[in-house]
């Protein structure tokens, strides 16, 4: 049996609430080994939630991005059933008092998602999916639907940073949509994909907790998203994985014949 999903909920929220709301715009950062920004809000999360996730589910394992690499792939290859938290994405717009940043977390049983949740504070709004069984926010169901836009007037979420530099100059040069924007949340970008909030996605190299709830909550509102090699986004492991997602399928299907194209 699954964990309760509104009592995973409720965690999510009272600690986001506590732990890092009151340490927005008030807390300084540390950068770490790999340039990413760390600050106490993500600390104090981590610690809180994987406290609380222990002393009720001890039989499941707990994988944060606040682990060693070698820690991380050790429970991916040994856990059954493991919980993957990322406390705090979007720590630079965190930092920097930009208040677009959320709390994910997600469940794994046998290699595939079960659970996503997302929750963004500053908006109190609730993302959440269980395989098989839908996708809500704030308890409403999450439906994707076609957008009637045509693909050049449509607005795009993009990371150029992560594309590899062909592709950025590709699409500065011969965009086939209207405009593009960043929200600088990886977790957010999921999330508001399955809300309809934009039309089409791209991203060259998120991690596993960027994507983990993100995958089963669009999915499960009924969106469509792949890597740049035309994949599944999922895949229980360490490396990083480009995603492109629209929850349009017309327009998906267009986002993707323009991308795959571009990279050849």
């Known amino acids: 049996m699954l964990p309760d999903i509104k009592q995973l909920e409720s965690l999510i929220r009272r600690v986001a609430k506590e ?5 927005f715009n008030q807390v300084g950062y540390h ?3 790999d340039g990413s920004l760390l600050t106490e809000a993500d600390l104090s999360a981590d610690k809180r939630i994987c406290q609380a996730l222990a002393q009720s589910y001890p039989d499941i394992a707990f994988l944060s991005e606040e682990m060693s690499q070698q820690e991380q792939e050790t429970l991916l290859l040994q856990s059954e059933r493991l919980w993957c938290l990322d406390p705090l994405d979007g720590t630079s717009n965190f930092a920097a008092g930009i208040p677009l940043f959320a709390t994910s977390l997600a469940l794994f049983v046998k ?14 709004e609730m993302f959440s999916a269980l395989k098989g069984r839908g996708a809500w926010l704030n308890g409403k169901p999450l ?5 009637n836009f045509p693909l050049n007037k449509t607005i795009a979420i993009i990371d150029f940073k992560r594309l590899k530099p062909a592709l950025v100059q590709h ?4 965009a086939p949509y209207k405009s593009q924007r960043n929200l600088g949340s990886c977790v957010l970008e999921w999330a508001w994909m399955a809300s309809n909030r934009g039309h089409l996605y791209l991203h060259g190299g998120m991690k596993l907790w960027d994507l983990a709830a993100g995958t089963l909550i669009l999915s499960e509102a009924g969106g469509y998203a792949c890597t740049l090699e035309g994949e599944n986004v999922f895949r229980p492991a360490m490396a990083p994985r480009s995603v492109l997602i629209s929850p349009d399928e ?4 267009a986002w993707k014949d323009y991308l795959l194209s571009a990279i050849k």
């Open 31 to 33: 950068v770490k080994a």
């Open 171 to 174: 699409l500065l040069s011969d």
């Open 19 to 23: 732990e890092i709301l009151p340490r």
């Open 143 to 147: 439906k994707c639907m076609p957008s």
């Open 250 to 253: 017309t327009l998906f299907v």
């Open 111 to 124: 290699g595939e998602v079960q659970i996503g949740i997302t929750y963004d504070p500053v908006r109190d």
